[in-house]
């Protein structure tokens, strides 16, 4: 991503503390601590470095790996010798013994007279279950840090750790401003890409708007000609990243990745996950869900109505990680045996009605973001709605709040197909699922990839609306 496309806003955020930090120097506490998170291969350590990089301020950047509190010690200092700190030689030599010890060397090692940054990357890796590493931060910040002109930026790819370094009652609450680095939205990815906006949502939900995969993705090539390069590639960024972020992820929980792959592969309710991964208790796999949600990979969902449920349903929270485990992961060994052909037909088989499911939270963010407009009001939740069997189901309600309403505001059905626009049979059977659900003639509305066909429809939107939702 060397024109680091959509990352705009995020630079200009770490401009502006940087900013902060210059205009403190000489003031008794101008220190400022930024906390970023994001997925793995987000892109947060490639943002992070190109920001200090353009600068123009002496930096340190620190990687931990978690191997072990000695090695990441003494990568400390070797992350030293190739810092732009006029005195980072001193954290080279000491060889500090503890992080109390490396962070008053830290503090030694930064200039007063000027701004300065410091990064350290992967700190959850040096974050303990008793906060002895988040009671030593707290102190070396309060007592060293704050009181140097130094932009200290912390970035961690598990979000619930990163979450809890800020949260109230941990030693480091309130000490830093937290940022959140998302993948490339489906405007960017177009942007990026130089697609027309349908193809633009279809390399989305293959990518997940994720950099590295983004850029092995050449300009204009649709959706075929790059997943057959890809697939003939066993090590390309789309064949890999998956596994490499789920090994960090989930290095021992071998339950949870089971759980995972059974919702990836297409299963949504609880009884049915169960089943999928291999006839697992309700008690374990309770604990596995709860694993999955804590780490943002899957999201649990029940249906919006003004009536309560329990039909909670699951789906892998990642379009990219979604398509891996349902198309990709299982055919893997025909991949590196020669024979991604083989997976690529597959794709195909499976690309429209995969499509047509995975597209539907891209969907209703996109709405979420548009409106109001001249046809909708604003709804402050937009979700789905289902009944047990499935006989009824509604692609897109709009509500005054989720998952129980007191007030439906719209509802609508998604129509991802290609030369198939939405018509006046898509029209009824949007009525028919409308008044099992309200009896309220609440405005219907269609989203459509290939336009609609039909009269009777309070809003109708298409792929170039929807990537409008995030060109503003």
């Known amino acids: 991503m060397a024109d680091f496309v959509g990352r705009r806003r995020e630079l200009e955020t770490l401009d502006r503390e940087l900013e902060k930090v210059t205009r403190g120097v000489g003031g008794e506490r101008p220190g400022r601590c930024v906390m970023l998170r994001g997925r793995r291969r987000v892109g947060k350590s490639r943002l992070v470095e190109r920001f200090a990089e353009r600068s123009g301020a002496p930096f ?58 410091v990064i350290m990357d992967e700190v959850p890796y040096l974050m303990d279950a008793e906060g002895a590493f988040e009671g030593t931060l707290q102190r070396a910040w309060d007592r060293a840090l704050e009181s140097k002109p130094v932009l200290l930026v912390l970035i961690g790819s598990d979000l619930s750790m990163m979450e809890a370094l800020n949260s109230y009652g941990r030693p480091f609450h309130q000490r830093g401003r937290e940022m959140v680095l998302g993948p490339l939205n489906p405007a960017e990815v177009g942007g990026m ?65 089971a759980v995972l792959s059974a919702i990836g592969s297409g299963e949504r309710t609880f009884s049915n996950i169960a089943r999928a991964a291999g006839g697992i208790g309700a008690t374990p796999l309770k604990r596995s869900l709860e694993i999955l949600a804590d780490k943002r990979v899957t999201a649990a969902e029940l249906p919006v109505s003004t009536r309560p449920s329990k039909d909670r349903r699951y789906r892998v929270a990642d379009p990219y990680l979604r398509f891996w485990l349902k198309l990709l992961g299982p055919a893997m060994e025909e991949v590196e045996r020669g024979r991604g052909d083989l997976t690529l037909q597959r794709v195909r088989e499976n690309w429209t009605s995969w499509r047509g499911r995975a597209v539907e939270p891209l969907v209703r963010e996109a709405l979420a973001r548009l409106l109001p407009d001249e046809n909708l009001p604003a709804a402050p939740a937009i979700g789905g709605y289902w009944t047990r069997t499935n006989d009824v189901e509604i692609d897109i309600v709009g509500a005054d709040r989720e998952p129980i309403a007191k007030q439906l505001l719209f509802v609508g059905s998604v129509k991802w ?22 009896p309220d003639a609440v405005p219907v509305v269609a989203v459509s990839r290939s336009g609609t066909d039909c009269p009777g429809l309070d809003a109708a939107y298409g792929p170039a609306e929807l990537l409008a939702a995030w060109s503003s």
């Open 60 to 117: 340190l950047f620190y990687a931990a790996t978690g191997a072990s509190p000695g090695a990441d010690l003494q990568r400390l200092g070797r992350d030293a010798q190739s810092s732009s700190l006029p005195l980072a030689h001193l954290l080279s030599a000491a060889r500090p013994a503890s992080w109390d010890a490396a962070f008053d060397v830290l503090a030694a090692a930064l200039p007063h007279d000027r701004a300065s940054v």
């Open 417 to 438: 197909l290609e030369n198939s626009p939405f018509d006046r049979h898509d029209l009824a059977a949007l009525h028919r699922h409308r008044v099992a659900l309200t």
């Open 193 to 257: 890409l130089g697609l027309e906006p349908a193809a633009a949502f279809d390399a989305a939900l293959i990518t997940g708007g994720l950099p590295l995969i983004c850029a092995e993705w050449p300009h204009g090539a649709g959706i075929w000609d790059f997943l057959q390069t890809a697939l003939s590639d066993p090590v390309s960024a789309l064949l890999v990243s998956a596994e490499r972020s789920l090994a960090a992820e989930f290095p021992q929980q071998v339950q949870a990745r």
